[in-house]
């Protein structure tokens, strides 16, 4: 029996374009092309023929070569993997891919910004899409998804509102992909139910080290149903292997200008190189009796079930192992939509849920040009198609027969699956009320789950989120929103309200404390269950060398890092060579000025037998290493190399010089002992940088 893998691999075959090397250039027609340097023209220096199909065809070609960008989640990257189930899940849901652990259902996942548009960078404070089609042998499977487990609004119809806050404002068409300017926090301050996914925002999860490190939420309960017809609510979670990671947002601002590609690269370079990326999907399951035995609605996205309450079960596993050919014929075609459901997964009545069953059909039509984009090789089921749809633009499939029915004519073909238990069918929710255009009172708290996720951060992520607020309200000219936008704070905690006043000038509101006692430990990224195995695989590791360096000793910590995965690369001044202290050359991966420390996750400075004052010296270096402590990230120094590290003491940067023995201290690992690097060392270091960030070091200057 094939697998819908193996099906999704024949038709990606059969779709993929001509070999470029098999013959010369054509026109779109197939004719030979002899020459596309020169249009044809009366003479020499004759104007250009209107008769030179080829020129005209290939500059139409070109002006036509751009589609509309989507209007949120615009800038994107993607990648082609498999999903495989633990064991089966026929209990709570018949859908086919959920039942046998023996098959492997293709999948297609576009990670994505939602702010900015297609050419912006990637490192924004923002939220991110992670959508995953699953080509099922019962059709296409979209979980649309999001890396925050809540989303801004309760009911679909506020999303139009919504998105033009966050966008560019309307007169300037400023700020590119972010969210600190006036518009949205009018908004905000205006529509308190904003501010639980406003604290996730402002939180580290809105800066992602990787789209491989980042979690995935398909936000709202959803439904499995069983072949017996029985319903059970169910929200999807992603868990990455890796652990969740973030950057700090110094870093993250900084990554917009050195490599405004940083997210996508590093999804694009771990495939390349084989570390497939891979997530755990696990499911809250809630038996339909317990719909309203929650202090909160089911139906309201603007709430979690906390993980203590609902425990997340292990379901499966997805991998992405392949990269896109091309980008725009995968990644940017591709179309998915909350609606492309299969038996055994259906809705919930949340409004937000329901309108975007609505939005997602209607904005392909427009970004893709008509309604004939499922035809689409990234788009195209594996299982078999028989509709009696015709016709539109860009149809790429000739049909045969009859396009009604009932008919005699086409034998009653394609027949109705009737009684077929194969057949989707809607679960049977009884529903009857007065047509109302009124929001529920289940859905009316909005500050004591913002106050739960506060209330459930670790002391560094409370730091970093009243940055964020300060930053963002910072930015906001009109003070009156500022002052606003403080006031629904101290309805969620009074300190984080007068930490935020404090840092934008407007009063601190008085008499609130913490207002709400809710927590749930899962959701900081201290929480172990987020820490991911503790490996150091896939991290960047930059290693600062110059003439004088001891090659051997780097050349052996190098091995040491690879053989735990991670990529070291040995970093100088100037790219190729520098001199080791025997003489010999040592190979420079790459050019200091061509890099910077906000691309790496941990800086490692070598020893030599030569005095490193002139190392220590170079502004590029000191800023390297300087920057590398600020962000938390691992410092490792080894013999005269912990000299460089040191000079920056009197900046407040904290090291250990003790003679001759490998110290670890809040990640900051040195050992002055000359020669090769000790077994203790290593270690020290490779758990340093596997603990990520380093978040109990005193302040720096400079
Ligand atoms: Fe979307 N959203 N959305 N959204 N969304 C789109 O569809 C919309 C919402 C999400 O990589 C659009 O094809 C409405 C929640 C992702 O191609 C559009 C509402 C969540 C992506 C649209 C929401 C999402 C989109 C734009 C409120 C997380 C990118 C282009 C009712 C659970 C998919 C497109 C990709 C994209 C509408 C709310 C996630 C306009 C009306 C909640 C990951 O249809």
Do not use: I, W
């Given at each position: 029996m094939s697998s819908p893998d193996d099906d999704k691999q024949e038709q990606r075959e059969a779709f993929r374009a001509p070999d470029p090397a098999g013959g010369p250039l054509t026109t779109d027609q197939g004719v030979i092309v002899d020459h596309t340097d020169d249009s044809l023209s009366a003479g020499e220096r004759g104007p250009t023929l209107m008769e030179d199909f080829h020129f005209r065809e290939k500059l139409t070609r070109f002006d036509h070569e751009r589609i509309p960008e989507r209007v949120v989640h615009a800038r994107g990257a993607g990648a082609y993997g498999y999903f495989e189930p633990y064991a089966s899940c026929a209990e709570f849901t018949r859908a086919a891919f959920l039942q046998d652990p023996s098959v492997r259902t293709p999948v297609f996942v576009r990670f994505s910004t939602v702010q900015g548009p297609k050419g912006s960078a990637d490192t924004v404070r923002d939220v991110r899409g992670f959508a995953t089609k699953f080509y099922t042998s019962e059709g296409n499977y979209d979980l649309v998804g999001n890396n925050f487990p809540v989303f801004f609004i309760q009911d679909g119809i506020k999303f139009p509102d919504f998105v033009h806050a966050v966008k560019p404002e309307p007169h300037n068409d400023i700020p590119t992909g972010a969210s600190a300017h006036d518009s949205l926090w009018d908004f905000v301050s205006l529509q308190p139910e904003t501010l639980h996914a406003i604290m996730w925002l402002m939180s580290d999860r809105a800066i992602p080290r990787s789209y491989r490190m980042m979690?995935?939420?398909?936000?709202?309960?959803?439904?499995?149903?069983?072949?017996?017809?029985?319903?059970t609510f169910v929200k999807f979670h992603w868990k990455p292997k890796l652990g969740v990671h973030s950057l700090v947002w110094d870093e993250a601002q900084e990554c917009q200008g050195r490599d405004p590609d940083f997210n996508r690269r590093d999804l694009w370079d771990a495939i390349e190189a084989g570390e497939y990326p891979e997530w755990e999907l696990g499911v809250q399951l809630v038996p339909e009796e317990d719909e309203l035995s929650f202090d909160f609605d089911l139906l309201d996205a603007t709430k979690i079930i906390p993980e203590e309450q609902v425990p997340v079960r292990p379901i499966g596993r997805m991998v992405l192992n392949r990269n896109p050919e091309n980008f725009f014929a995968e990644t940017e075609q591709v179309a998915f939509h909350t609606a492309n459901v299969v038996p055994g997964i259906d809705f919930t009545n949340d409004p937000l849920l329901q309108a975007r069953n609505f939005s997602y059909l209607d904005t392909q039509l427009i970004r893709l040009g008509g309604p004939n984009f499922a035809q689409l090789p990234v788009n195209r089921p594996v299982a078999p198609v028989r509709t009696n749809q015709r016709d539109g633009y860009h149809q790429s499939t000739v049909h045969r027969g009859t396009n009604y029915f009932p008919n005699s004519l086409g034998g009653g073909c394609p027949a109705h699956a009737g009684g077929d238990p194969e057949a989707y069918r809607h679960y049977a929710e009884r529903v009857d009320g007065h047509k109302i255009r009124r929001r529920s009172e289940s859905f009316k708290d909005h500050h004591s789950q913002a106050a739960l996720f506060w209330n459930s951060m670790a002391d560094w992520e409370k730091q970093h989120i009243v940055e964020a607020f300060r930053f963002e309200l910072g930015k906001v000219d009109a003070r009156t929103v500022r002052a606003r936008t403080v006031e629904e704070l101290a309805k969620v905690d009074g300190g984080l309200a007068a930490a935020v006043a404090r840092g934008v000038g407007v009063p601190e509101p008085s008499?609130?404390?913490?207002?709400?006692?809710?927590?749930?430990?899962?959701?900081?990224?201290?929480?172990?269950?987020?820490?991911g195995d503790g490996s150091i695989r896939t991290r960047q590791i930059a290693v600062l060398v110059s003439d004088g360096v001891d090659a051997e000793q780097v050349t052996a910590v190098r091995e040491a890092l690879a053989a735990e995965g991670a990529i070291v690369e040995a970093l100088a001044d100037t790219d190729g060579t520098v001199t080791g202290a025997d003489g010999e050359k040592y190979a420079v991966d790459r050019a200091l000025p061509t890099v910077a420390s906000v691309l790496y996750d941990a800086v490692l400075i070598p020893g030599g037998p030569v005095d490193t004052a002139p190392?220590?010296?170079?502004?590029?270096?000191?800023?390297?290493?300087?920057?590398?402590?600020r962000h938390g990230k691992p410092v490792g120094a080894l013999g005269s190399g912990v000299r460089v590290v040191a000079a920056l003491e009197p900046e407040g940067l904290a090291v250990s010089t003790e003679f001759h023995?490998?110290?670890?201290?809040?990640?900051?690992v040195t050992d002055t002992s000359p020669g090769a690097a000790s077994a203790e060392f290593i270690q020290a270091f490779v758990d340093a940088v596997g603990q990520h960030r380093h978040w109990n070091r005193p302040p720096v200057r400079g």
């Open positions: 979690q995935g939420f398909g936000v709202h309960t959803f439904r499995f149903v069983n072949a017996e017809g029985k319903g008499g609130h404390g913490a207002v709400h006692k809710l927590a749930s430990p899962a959701l900081s990224l201290d929480a172990e269950s987020l820490r190392v220590a010296a170079d502004p590029d270096v000191m800023r390297f290493v300087r920057d590398a402590y023995r490998a110290v670890s201290d809040r990640g900051v």
